[in-house]
């Protein structure tokens, strides 16, 4: 088996973090993975009543409490989810924070709609109110998709470009494909690029509506974060996880979900100058319904031969929306740390397929 050949020029992957119903940081992650240890619980008095009472939540997860009293007295949970999985990756090693931030350091996150909860309280909040207008203005910025990403970039110093992507459950791989260009241009030394999600109810009983009574994963939660740089041969340093190969993307239009995956991950094998014998593992985004069982035969389709490891995590930490994507990337890496025999020069596949007629893919050439 011929391994992945380098190409010059393509972004790189040099660390990663997550904040998953596992815990925080990438150990939980990872043990959590390597286990096989599903996340779903009962939710507690605490959380406000949801169609089924269960969830997979970041367990104990307080943003004061892990975030420190200073500037977090009005964050919602998604902005605290997301700030927490970038300091993460920035105190997870030391170069990490000195080529992750300040002048270049782009941010590229991707997201549903932000925070369905504070939407629906903020409005909820100018109805009930004495008057429309008595309101806490400081919780005004979480009803805005881009507050996660402002706020990340303010605690933290990155001040190049800074984008939030809204695409849901493909929402993290257009991230990753911005990221790309952004290096590609020159428009950024280095990105953040990853996918935050929060549990909530209105979150979960707009997903229940939405999925017209089928079967659904529990909801998850949680942010995952990639630090992707341009490669540097140059650079004896620099801790390369895995190549970026290709990122194809697409929409539903004649044939439904499953061609349309198909063509992407044909698009991508040949972008990347690969075959399907080189796939060792494929994460798929497990999306419910149809759309989930035509992304499985899209894999079959295209990658079956090679008889890939299955590393779809939704079934362990749940539906993590528009994380989805993110956390299989770090699933894909985690797999290439524990099995470097088998994973090095080879390539891992992330699947991405969404009810509103989106789908995507990802190739990383593992290390």
């Not at 929402?171 to 950024?188: D, E, I, M, Q, V």
């Not at 089928?214 to 540097?232: I, K, R």
């Not at 528009?322 to 290439?336: G, M, R, T």
Request: charged share 15%.
């Amino acid at each position: 088996m011929s391994p992945v050949t380098t190409g010059a020029g393509r972004p790189v992957i040099t660390a990663w973090s997550a904040v998953s119903s596992y815990g925080i940081g990438r150990p939980a992650f990872t043990e959590g993975l390597r286990e096989r240890r599903p996340t779903v619980t009962g939710l507690g008095p605490e959380q406000a009543p949801t169609p089924d009472g269960t969830g997979c939540v970041v367990p104990s997860f307080d943003i004061r409490g892990v975030l420190g009293k200073k500037g977090t007295r009005s964050m919602d949970r998604v902005t605290g989810l997301a700030v927490t999985a970038v300091g993460s990756l920035l105190d997870d090693g030391e170069r990490n924070r000195a080529v992750g931030t300040g002048e270049g350091a782009a941010f590229a996150l991707g997201t549903t709609t932000g925070s369905a909860q504070s939407m629906m309280d903020f409005t909820r909040d100018s109805l009930t109110g004495d008057q429309p207008f008595f309101v806490d203005p400081a919780r005004f910025p979480n009803t805005v998709m881009n507050c996660a990403a402002g706020q990340s970039a303010i605690w933290y110093q990155l001040k190049g470009p800074n984008a939030t992507i809204a695409g849901g459950r493909t929402a993290a791989l257009h991230a990753l494909n911005y990221s790309r260009r952004l290096l590609g241009s020159g428009r950024a030394r280095t990105v953040l690029c990853g996918g935050a999600e929060e549990f909530s109810p209105a979150r979960a009983w707009l997903e229940h509506h939405a999925s017209d009574g089928g079967t659904a994963a529990p909801l998850g939660e949680g942010c995952a974060m990639l630090l992707v740089e341009p490669h540097d041969p140059e650079d004896s340093g620099q801790p390369v996880l895995a190549e970026l190969l290709a990122v194809e993307l697409g929409v539903v239009i004649d044939g439904g979900t499953g061609p349309a995956l198909v063509s992407c991950l044909r698009s991508a094998l040949r972008r990347a100058g690969a075959v399907p014998a080189q796939v060792v593992a494929v994460a798929r985004s497990g999306a419910p319904g149809p759309e989930g069982n035509d992304e499985s035969e899209a894999v079959r389709q295209v990658v079956g031969a090679a008889a890939p490891a299955d590393l779809t995590p939704a079934g362990l930490i749940g539906d993590t929306g528009a994380a989805a994507a993110a956390f299989q990337a770090a699933a894909l890496l985690s797999y290439a740390a524990d099995h470097p025999d088998t994973a090095a020069g080879r390539i891992g596949v992330i699947t991405s397929v969404d009810r509103t007629g989106t789908v995507g893919c990802a190739l990383l050439g593992l290390r």
